[in-house]
């Protein structure tokens, strides 16, 4: 084959993988990791898992917590737990010393209700998909629950 022959279909091959991309190839599956969580943030605590599934060009997160109520604990006190949502998060810094932004939010609803000191609960299962160019860009990805008014970090990183 000629040098000018072998050019022309190595041009022709990149403007081919330029526009469709490499991905006649199935893509290849990562390992599931599973996260334990065993973390307070004032009056909640949190023990259970994550699942991180690979599903393609996503990533699923499978959550399975509890929560105990801590009424005492000094930071978020509340005569009740009221919980409306739970947030999983990709973020990204900005810069050194600056807040965090978000990349890609999944929020589920729930109603989930705690009342008496101590008391324990399973949250429902909860499932949230990311993409996995936010996972990869993200400075970290973060679980959270929430009443509306007030937030509840689980201080776990699921990258």
Same mark, same amino acid.
């Given at each position: 084959?000629?040098?000018?022959?072998?050019?022309?279909?190595?041009?022709?091959?990149?403007?081919? #993988?330029?526009?469709?991309?490499?991905?006649?190839?199935?893509?290849?599956?990562?390992?599931?990791?599973?996260?334990?969580?065993?973390?307070?943030?004032?009056?909640?605590?949190?023990?259970?898992?994550?699942?991180?599934?690979?599903?393609?060009?996503?990533?699923?997160?499978?959550?399975?917590?509890?929560?105990?109520?801590?009424?005492?604990?000094?930071?978020?006190?509340?005569?009740?737990?009221?919980?409306?949502?739970?947030?999983?998060?990709?973020?990204?810094?900005?810069?050194?010393?600056?807040?965090?932004?978000?990349?890609?939010?999944?929020?589920?609803?729930?109603?989930?209700?705690?009342?008496?000191?101590?008391?324990?609960?399973?949250?429902?299962? #909860?499932?949230?998909?990311?993409?996995?160019?936010?996972?990869?860009?993200?400075?970290?990805?973060? #679980?959270?629950?929430?009443?509306?008014?007030?937030?509840?970090?689980?201080?776990?990183?699921?990258?």
């Amino acid at each position: 084959m000629k040098v000018s022959s072998l050019v022309k279909a190595t041009v022709c091959a990149m403007y081919i #993988l330029a526009f469709n991309g490499c991905v006649s190839e199935p893509q290849s599956h990562e390992e599931t990791k599973l996260t334990t969580i065993d973390k307070e943030y004032g009056t909640l605590w949190f023990k259970g898992t994550v699942t991180r599934v690979d599903v393609g060009t996503e990533y699923e997160y499978q959550v399975d917590i509890s929560a105990t109520f801590r009424p005492d604990a000094p930071i978020n006190r509340v005569a009740a737990i009221n919980l409306t949502h739970c947030d999983l998060q990709a973020t990204i810094r900005r810069g050194e010393g600056e807040h965090v932004d978000s990349l890609q939010l999944s929020r589920q609803p729930l109603t989930f209700h705690l009342s008496d000191a101590n008391e324990t609960k399973r949250l429902p299962p #909860l499932l949230f998909r990311l993409k996995k160019f936010s996972v990869a860009k993200a400075y970290r990805v973060v #679980l959270g629950v929430g009443d509306g008014h007030i937030g509840w970090p689980i201080s776990i990183e699921l990258k």
